[in-house]
C-alpha cells in the first residue's frame, strides 16, 4: 500500500466523524430565541449531547480501538434508521440522511482496523 492510500485510509474516517459531529451540531440551534438565557444554555447543552458522545468516541478510539468505535457507529446508524422509519410513516429516505453516514464511518474505522499492521508500519 502506498504512503498516500495509507494516510487517505487514516484519516477519512476520522475527519468524516468530526464533520458528522458538525452536522448533528446544527440541528441544536433551534433552541435560541424560545427560552431565556439560562434557559437557552441549559437546552442547548442538552441538546450537544449526542456531539459530545461522539467527539468523545472518537478521542477515545482515535489509534487503538478502530474496531470498537467502527461497531458502535455502524450499531448507531442502523438502530436510528430501524427506530425512525417505523416513526416516520415507513419513509426511508426521511432517516438515511443521518442513519448512513455513522454506518460509513463505522465501516471505515473497521477497514482501518483490519489494515493497522500496514498502515502503523514505517514507510
Not at 459530545?52 to 480501538?65: F, G, K, P, S, V
Not at 464511518?105 to 498502515?119: A, D, H, Q, S, T
Request: hydrophobic share 60%; aromatic share 16%.
Amino acid at each position: 500500500m502506498t504512503k498516500p492510500a495509507k494516510q487517505l485510509l487514516f484519516w477519512t474516517p476520522r475527519i468524516l466523524c468530526i464533520l458528522f459531529a458538525a452536522f448533528i451540531s446544527i440541528f441544536a440551534l433551534d433552541v435560541f430565541g424560545h427560552y431565556g438565557f439560562w434557559g437557552t444554555t441549559v437546552a442547548l447543552l442538552m441538546h450537544l449531547i449526542p456531539t459530545w458522545i461522539i467527539l468523545a468516541l472518537l478521542i477515545i478510539c482515535w489509534r487503538r480501538w478502530e474496531w470498537v468505535i467502527g461497531i458502535i457507529f455502524i450499531g448507531l446508524g442502523v438502530l436510528y434508521i430501524v427506530m425512525f422509519c417505523s416513526r416516520l410513516g415507513g419513509h426511508l429516505t426521511r432517516t438515511l440522511p443521518i442513519g448512513c453516514p455513522p454506518i460509513l464511518i463505522g465501516v471505515l474505522f473497521l477497514i482501518n482496523w483490519l489494515y493497522r499492521k500496514e498502515l502503523r508500519a514505517r514507510s
